[in-house]
C-alpha cells in the first residue's frame, strides 16, 4: 500500500485534508465529501485481499489514477463519489458478491442475451451474448433505461430493447422473453 500511495502522490491531482479512514491511494482524492464512499470501497478491497483475489491491489492503484479526470469537472466530488461508487458496484458484482435483483430474456435479430439486474449503489446490470458477457453501468438519458460500459450500449424500454456490442453485435432491436 505504501507503493500505492507514492504512485498517487505524484499526480496533480489537488490533495485535501483527507479523513483518517481513509487509506492508501485513495487518500489523494477522499475528502470530506468522499470520505464514506471510499471507505466502504476499501473495506470491501480488505476483504477480496484476504480472499486472496489476484491484482486486487494493482488493479485498485491503476483505477486510482484514472480519478484524475474529475479534476476538469465542475463538481469534482461529484464526479469522484460517483466513480468511486462504480468501483464498489464493480468489485461486489464480479466477485459474486451481489445478488441479483432479476433477470430478463431478449430475444434479438440475430441472436438472445439474458441481462441480470443488480441493485447497487451505482445501478448496473450483466448482459451475456452468445459471444461474449458485459458489464453495463446506468446513464441517464431519456425514456427507458439505458446501461453502457466502453465497448456496449443496452437500452430497454418496456418489452423492448435494443444491444450494440463494438466488433461483435452490431444494434439489434430485441423482444422480451416472457415466461
Not at 448496473?124 to 459471444?131: E, R
Not at 446506468?138 to 444491444?163: D, F, P
Request: aromatic content about 8%; overall charge positive.
Amino acid at each position: 500500500m505504501l507503493v500505492a500511495f507514492w504512485l498517487s502522490a505524484g499526480s496533480s491531482a489537488p490533495v485535501n485534508a483527507a479523513p483518517s479512514q481513509c487509506q492508501g491511494a485513495s487518500r489523494v482524492y477522499c475528502n470530506s465529501a468522499t470520505s464514506a464512499d471510499f471507505s466502504q470501497l476499501e473495506r470491501l478491497q480488505k476483504r477480496l485481499i484476504s480472499r486472496d483475489v489476484p491484482r486486487i491491489a494493482q488493479n485498485h492503484v491503476r483505477w486510482v489514477r484514472q480519478l484524475a479526470v474529475c479534476n476538469n469537472h465542475a463538481d469534482r466530488d461529484a464526479c469522484i463519489v460517483e466513480k468511486v461508487k462504480r468501483r464498489y458496484s464493480f468489485l461486489k458484482v464480479q466477485h459474486k458478491l451481489q445478488t441479483v435483483s432479476h433477470i430478463h430474456q431478449f430475444n434479438c435479430a440475430v441472436s438472445s442475451i439474458t441481462v441480470r439486474w443488480y441493485d447497487t449503489p451505482a445501478p448496473m446490470v450483466w448482459v451475456q451474448t452468445a459471444t461474449s458477457s458485459q458489464l453495463m453501468f446506468n446513464v441517464a438519458q431519456g425514456s427507458g433505461l439505458t446501461y453502457e460500459n466502453k465497448r456496449s450500449r443496452l437500452w430497454v424500454h418496456g418489452q423492448k430493447a435494443m444491444i450494440w456490442v463494438a466488433n461483435q453485435m452490431p444494434h439489434q432491436e430485441c423482444e422480451r422473453v416472457t415466461s
